[in-house]
């Protein structure tokens, strides 16, 4: 597995943490603990995918930075690493 499908499976694995631990907040708000481990696979997700797109590239459309190249074209697009994988 390339460093780039290594950092690709992170950003998976953190997305995931998230997107979980944000259903389990929606019925119990009050939960330290599931907000702790929300924030916190928060922020490992946002550094994950910061440091995916400043060596890669966008992850996403939206987040293609450059103002004068259109760089989200430049491939491969972050689903066809997971159809290799």
Same mark, same amino acid.
């Given at each position: 597995?390339?460093?780039?499908? %290594?950092?690709? *499976? ?6 995931? &943490?998230?997107?979980? $631990?944000?259903?389990? +907040? ?13 924030? %916190?696979?928060? *922020? ?6 910061? &440091?995916?797109?400043? $060596?890669?590239?966008? +992850? ?26």
């Amino acid at each position: 597995m390339s460093d780039r499908e %290594k950092l690709l *499976k992170k950003v998976r694995m953190y997305h995931f &943490a998230v997107t979980d $631990a944000a259903l389990f +907040l929606d019925t119990h708000p009050d939960c330290a603990q599931a907000l702790a481990f929300y924030n %916190k696979y928060k *922020k490992l997700l946002k550094e994950a995918e910061d &440091a995916y797109e400043h $060596a890669y590239g966008p +992850l996403q459309i939206c987040s293609s930075a450059n103002d004068s190249r259109w760089e989200w074209v430049d491939g491969p697009f972050p689903w066809e690493l997971a159809a290799n994988s």
